[in-house]
T-cell receptor, first 117, second 112 residues
Framework: NAGVTQTPKFQVLKTGQSMTLQCAQDMNHEYMSWYRQDPGMGLRLIHYSVGAGITDQGEVPNGYNVSRSTTEDFPLRLLSAAPSQTSVYFC????????????????FGPGTRLTVL | AQSVSQHNHHVILSEAASLELGCNYSYGGTVNLFWYVQYPGQHLQLLLKYFSGDPLVKGIKGFEAEFIKSKFSFNLRKPSVQWSDTAEYFCAVSGGYNKLIFGAGTRLAVHP
């Protein structure tokens, strides 16, 4: 198993550009999520999904869209990039169903380092 | 609202020194607690987790953590650190739907 994969590893955007960060997992996990990591702030939840077709907002959803058309993929879209979105983005997945296995370990991808100029 | 507080942002130790990283959380219900580690240039990996039972949890690489419900704490410990333990450590609490609330992290530097 490849686990959780993310592409690209690095990206530089200009303010106002849009792009999609890709995330895929081959473990048949129900739960997937996106976090951003900023110095001194830990990881903050952007959006999450408890299964195909179901998504919800996390702590910092503004400026980001997600969709979950398949179990495997959970792309994160930046609609109009802003310098405040410069960060490292991590995708994670977990086998737990909503509200049932909240103790399950989350498996993280390698991250995408995004710079918005 | 749920929150996680890590008291030490930077810790510098010499090899063989003992380590304790503080973590306090704020949450009204049943908690599931985690410690993750991020080695330089790598993604987050689970060190250990607590969801019920024995409050002293043992994880990988000689790490352990103790859940003290009365103090809302889940401190990470290791009796003797190695240079290879240099990393950033994150405490997290599960807030339902597998949503993790992370602390700000503690950067540990271990000098030979």
């Amino acid at each position: 198993n490849a686990g959780v994969t993310q592409t690209p590893k690095f990206q530089v955007l200009k303010t106002g550009q849009s792009m999609t960060l890709q995330c895929a997992q081959d473990m048949n996990h129900e739960y997937m999520s996106w976090y951003r990591q900023d110095p001194g702030m830990g990881l903050r939840l952007i959006h999450y999904s408890v299964g195909a077709g179901i998504t919800d907002q996390g702590e910092v959803p503004n400026g980001y869209n997600v969709s979950r058309s398949t179990t495997e993929d959970f792309p994160l879209r930046l609609l109009s990039a802003a310098p405040s979105q410069t960060s490292v983005y991590f995708c994670a997945s977990s086998p737990g169903l909503a509200g049932v296995s909240s103790y399950n370990e989350q498996f993280f991808g390698p991250g995408t380092r995004l710079t918005v100029l | 609202a749920q929150s996680v507080s890590q008291h030490n942002h930077h810790v510098i130790l010499s090899e063989a020194a003992s380590l304790e990283l503080g973590c306090n959380y704020s949450y009204g219900g049943t908690v599931n607690l985690f410690w993750y580690v991020q080695y330089p240039g790598q993604h987050l990996q689970l060190l250990l987790k607590y969801f019920s039972g024995d409050p002293l949890v043992k994880g990988i690489k000689g790490f352990e953590a103790e859940f003290i419900k009365s103090k809302f704490s889940f401190n990470l410990r290791k009796p003797s650190v190695q240079w290879s333990d240099t990393a950033e450590y994150f405490c997290a609490v599960s807030g339902g739907y597998n949503k993790l609330i992370f602390g700000a992290g503690t950067r540990l530097a271990v000098h030979p």
